[in-house]
């Protein structure tokens, strides 16, 4: 395989994974839950978005014709994830969970 | 309840269409004509449980949208990677209320989805009379700055395409 | 240079999905788990497609779809459950 393509690859697969492990460590690290969402719903979305982009290089490199099979997979969680992440926010609210004592402005009452 | 049409929803019918020929991974003439059959089915079987589409009057508009959307999605990103590796103690989360002069529907969810996915913004609940959203944002300095920039970033332009309003 | 990379990105995603699944058993509330179980889901997607590339081999996506369809049903499932105490009302 042509090595800048081989190195295309390689950086997206380096920028998806990196991205989701920076989601994770969102997930671990950040005080409150509010907080805690930030990390999944964005960043752990791109990283799969950088995995789906590297296979399509590499299997369209590799010769057996483009499939645009994978992008299907980037865009479901590109319309799913805000979804997700608002229900989980309004059940969140509704729970009344403890909110971090720097947070300015209040949630509203479900 | 509304007349049954023939073709109810054009652009969901061709979404369908392109979705088929994507998940079969073959471009043979005979998933062509099983995905138009399924895009034509589809819709008329559950025309009951869709909304009325908005008219789109800026089309190009809206595609143009849509791919500084995609580079607004990588800076966010970007930015957040960054507010979660510095020190937690300087984060200020905030809850801010953004109020909306949209009314359609599709263009809410797609103002909240878009809310969502990028500067270090949640939109976590929509008010009953759908003229709040409330946002939560991860580190915020101004909320002044940040209801304008929404409101002329990703409002404005979104506006501009579903002129649905009364104007 | 795939071969040096792959096993570089399957360290960080085995590290991010054991963080996750450290805040699936620690989280001290209901939709912290939920949160928690939505990005294992996704990042067991990114690991499918990526164990895809390692062995060159096509036949991943149709899970990795499958996940993704079903994940987003299960944590909208159980939201709601959360919030309305029934799932279908």
Request: aromatic share 10%.
């Amino acid at each position: 395989m042509n090595i800048w393509i081989e190195g295309l690859v390689s950086f997206f697969l380096l920028a998806g994974s990196l991205f989701a492990f920076v989601g994770a460590l969102g997930l671990y690290r950040l005080p409150d839950f509010f907080m805690r969402l930030h990390g999944p719903t964005k960043s752990t979305t791109l990283g799969v978005g950088g995995m789906v982009i590297a296979s399509l290089i590499y299997f369209g490199a590799r010769g057996e014709g483009i499939s645009f099979h994978e992008l299907l997979i980037t865009l479901f969680l590109f319309i799913t994830a805000p979804v997700s992440a608002h229900m989980l926010a309004k059940a969140a609210m509704q729970q009344k969970l403890r909110i971090n004592e720097n947070t300015s402005g209040k949630p509203w009452d479900q | 309840m509304k007349p049954r049409h023939f073709l109810p929803h054009p652009l969901l019918s061709l979404c369908l269409m392109v979705v088929w020929v994507l998940l079969a991974n073959d471009m043979s003439l005979g998933n062509w004509v099983m995905g138009a059959i399924l895009g034509w089915l589809i819709p008329l079987l559950t025309q009951v449980f869709w909304i009325t589409p908005p008219r789109i009057y800026k089309p190009f508009k809206l595609c143009w949208f849509f791919l500084r959307i995609i580079g607004d999605i990588i800076l966010a990103n970007l930015e957040v990677a960054k507010l979660i590796l510095g020190p937690q103690s300087k984060l200020r989360p905030a809850f801010v209320e953004i109020p909306m002069l949209l009314e359609d529907d599709l263009a809410l969810t797609m103002l909240a989805s878009i809310i969502s996915l990028t500067p270090g913004t949640v939109s976590a609940d929509l008010s009953d009379d759908r003229k709040m959203l409330l946002v939560h944002t991860l580190d915020v300095k101004d909320e002044a700055h940040l209801i304008t920039e929404i409101k002329t970033r990703y409002e404005a332009p979104l506006l501009e395409v579903f002129t649905c309003s009364t104007t | 240079m795939l071969d040096y990379v792959i096993p570089v990105c399957l360290v960080f995603m085995g590290m991010a999905l054991s963080l996750t699944v450290a805040r699936l058993i620690k989280g001290p509330d209901m939709p912290d788990r939920i949160l928690a179980l939505d990005t294992l889901y996704i990042n067991a997607i990114a690991l499918l497609v990526l164990f895809g590339i390692w062995l060159s081999s096509d036949l991943y996506f149709e899970a990795a779809l499958l996940i993704a369809v079903m994940g987003f049903i299960g944590t909208v499932a159980v939201t709601k459950y959360l919030l309305r105490g029934d799932i279908i009302e």
